[in-house]
């Protein structure tokens, strides 16, 4: 009976010409990009250690195939050393990118360990590279951060709290221990002895237990983020939408409007948003030489002082303002129904009343002016605008910035859907490519070449997927 398959061919069977490797790569295979990029690199000036070879010794990897094996991996979701190893061994298309070299794990681990700074370079060099090529034609990003684990097991993380509830729980397994021997020790027996001998081995474990959190305790004494973390001793427990939260880095990313191309990046262990807009805001305008740049963001990153430091630095934020507002929660009226003539220096209020200045402040270093009215006692709808005598509002010194940016967000209604569709895009990517497990590396500085080699495989594969692979290679080439 005829067989309808397509069928292989023997493995016994002999070429009679070898084939050349460069056949099984076609002209559109993302490795010919890579090799493309990395060899008009200048390893040297990037910092890249062992560019310039020794004159004695054993001959060491040149670090430009150690990049293109990495930046393979990170392409091709292959983010392990030992995995790399195994595929420099069967995978094709590596074989071809580094010249069959087969580096062991130790030594492709070893590059990534002592090459940070040089990685997170050439990451910038892929970012200048788009803005060479004209990718960031608009001068709009969109900042957000997202938590990323870390390799430290949440229950390796301790707070005052943790500490406390946890040598709690001894205590009490101890004292149930105790109760339970002094039973044993009423009704002898083999079996009882047994369990006697059980429960003294645990007390003995758990008495250890309590030591090491002693140890614990006088290091959370004197860490300044009142947190230690014992394998990742730079990872921090930070909120997120679970009750449980997560043991990690919080990244930051600025993210261009037009292609989805990650401007900036930088990994932080600081929970808030609330510190990071300025920051980011000046490394993206930088990144992209744009004289003048608009920034969006969420209402996580709202603080007067980073968004007045945005526009002193020529960008122009739209950040939405936080709904926190106590009034408003209990049907009262907020300090959004008052009204501000700048000329005056006065406020108008829902009743139609004048208030004026009456004091100023400096509270945690701003200085904040004071108003009310003087008919507030009489005022017949008081009990839907305050509970105390008089109402008074608040002002910061530079509360017109604000409220410029506030008459921008409302003449720009899709700017937080425009932030969303941006920003969130990339991280969501990213965390797909990394797995369940987040990071593989420990400490801040390892952390960020990580999140590098992750942000410059993503920015790569954006770059193609716009160009195509043959006009990318042109562009770097050209």
């Known amino acids: ?52 070879p020794a004159m004695t010794g054993r001959p060491s990897y040149h670090p430009a195939d150690l990049l293109k094996l990495y930046l393979y991996g ?35 681990a070893d590059f ?30 969109a900042i957000d951060g997202s938590k990323f684990k870390a390799v430290n097991a949440h229950d390796r993380n301790f707070t005052r709290g943790k500490l406390d509830k946890r040598m ?40 250890k237990d309590i030591a ?22 730079d990872a921090r427990a930070m909120a997120t939408s679970t009750s449980r939260g997560l043991v990690g880095y919080n990244v930051q990313s600025a993210v261009d409007v037009k292609h989805h191309l990650i401007v900036a990046h930088e990994v932080t262990n600081s929970g808030s948003d609330r510190q990071q807009l300025s920051r980011m805001a000046k490394q993206a305008k930088d990144a992209m030489e744009a004289p003048d740049l608009n920034v969006i963001a969420d209402r996580g990153y709202f603080n ?32 959004s129904d008052f009204v501000y003539d ?25 200085l904040n002016h004071r108003y009310w009215s003087s008919d507030c006692p009489r005022c017949p709808i008081k009990e839907k605008c305050t509970p105390s005598n008089y109402r008074r509002v608040t002002r910061w010194e530079h509360e017109a910035s604000l409220e410029a940016m506030q008459r921008r967000l409302d003449q720009m209604p899709e700017a937080m859907k425009i932030r969303r569709q941006t920003v969130e895009h990339p991280f969501g990517t990213i965390k797909y490519w990394m797995g369940a497990r987040h990071f ?34 042109m562009a770097i080439r050209g």
């Open 74 to 108: 990170y392409l091709n979701r292959i983010q392990s050393s030992r995995r790399l190893e195994r595929e420099c061994q069967r995978n094709v298309e590596l074989m071809w990118l580094v010249g069959k070299l087969a580096p062991d794990f130790k030594t492709i």
């Open 1 to 52: 009976m005829m067989k309808r398959f397509i069928e292989g061919e023997s493995r016994n069977q002999a070429t009679l010409l070898p084939e050349c490797l460069d056949d099984f790569i076609d002209e559109d295979n993302p490795v010919r990009a890579i090799e493309a990029f990395i060899d008009e690199l200048d390893l040297l000036a990037l910092g890249f250690a062992g560019a310039e």
């Open 342 to 366: 700048a000329q005056t220096d006065e406020y108008r209020c829902p009743a139609d009343s004048r208030l004026i200045w009456r004091f100023s402040s400096v509270e945690r270093g701003h």
């Open 212 to 233: 090491d959190l002693r140890d614990i305790e006088s290091q959370l004494k004197e860490s300044p983020s009142g947190q230690v973390s014992l394998t990742d001793p």
């Open 168 to 207: 709690q729980q001894i205590d009490q397994c101890i004292e149930r221990y105790l109760a339970e021997m002094e039973t044993a020790d009423r009704h002898q027996s083999d079996v009882t002895e047994m369990r006697a001998s059980r429960l003294r081995e645990k007390i003995t474990t758990l008495k």
């Open 304 to 335: 007067g002082d980073e968004i007045l430091a945005c526009e002193e630095a020529g960008v122009t934020p739209y950040v939405s303002k936080p709904m926190t507002s106590e009034a408003k929660a209990h049907g009262r009226f907020d300090k």
């Open 440 to 473: 593989l590396t420990r400490t801040l500085d390892r952390v960020s070449t990580e999140m590098s080699l992750h942000v410059l495989a993503y920015n790569m594969k954006r770059v193609m997927q716009i160009m195509g692979v043959p006009g990318m290679i």
């Open 112 to 141: 990534r360990r002592d090459n940070g700074e040089a990685i997170r370079n050439a990451c910038r060099e892929f970012t200048l590279l788009c803005r060479k090529l004209d990718l960031f034609s608009q001068a709009i990003v």
